[in-house]
């Protein structure tokens, strides 16, 4: 250590004494702000990463340290959109498939639906029978 | 992250040093601790989730901005003289206290004060001295010897060279060791 060093060291030796005796009020009020400051603390959430400067997000912590979890939660989420895409196609297919049932059962066959002679004859039936 | 007891013991081990840093350089009780207590909300919001060994080099980052910010909003007359010469020509000054410095080994007032009334004094009296230093070498002096920063770490909270720190560090000592020997205190 230097002349220099050793001449600062008991400066600051002797500096150490007077911040130890500070007034009992300014003591305190540094007490207060301390706990103040301590409020202010961002919280991290287990499991939880902090994004920008209040919100978080549950992806399964620091994606750096964890790339496997990552990658997990990406795939389940594919497979969520790709199950909800399978599972509305399949209630679509059921609909038709009622509504194809419904015609074949009929007395009267699909085709007279399509055969505007046919609709123009009940039109005129029905208000014939009234 | 640094956990809430890291931050808490950090804060409490260092806040006295950092009001009577903010102190030298404000004088002002009332400025140093909204000072500090800005900084030490500065510190716990925008920083309390980083690794509690980046603690000390931030927080003194922080807590020298706000006492230049202070004077900045607020500097007197005399301020303004003492800032002029320490921010902008400091480093032209080739003046070498160092060449009317004698260390003394054998005499060491600061070890052993031989009462209360002449430790309280000799306290004052590095104080006052303290107090006199252009502040860049008073914030080089105190961050790197009361603080314990190394010289980068120094420069890094200082924003300047290590260069300058070395510089700044040298003349602040041998400054206030022409001071303290012109009081009769002689280290």
Redesign the interface.
Known sequence: MS?????????????D??????ERG??E???A??E???????V?VPGAV?IGAGGTALLGGDEKKHPLRTTLAILVLLFGVGLSYYWNGFSRASENEAIDSALLADVLPPNAYLDKGFQAWLEKDSSAGQ | MASRAELSNFLAEVERRAYKQALYAVRDEDAALDIVQDSMMRLSEKYGDRPAAELPLLFQRILQNAIRDHYRRSRTKAERFTSLTAFEGDDENPADPLETLELNDDISPFAAPHTALLRAETLTLVEEALQKLPPRQREAFLLRYWEGLDIAETAAAMGCTEGSVKTHCSRATHTLAVALDAKGIRP
């Open positions: 002349r220099e060093e050793q001449f600062a060291r008991q400066i600051c030796r002797v500096l004494r007077g911040a130890a005796q500070l300014v003591a009020r540094l007490r702000a301390r103040r400051a301590l409020q202010r603390q961002p991290l902090q």
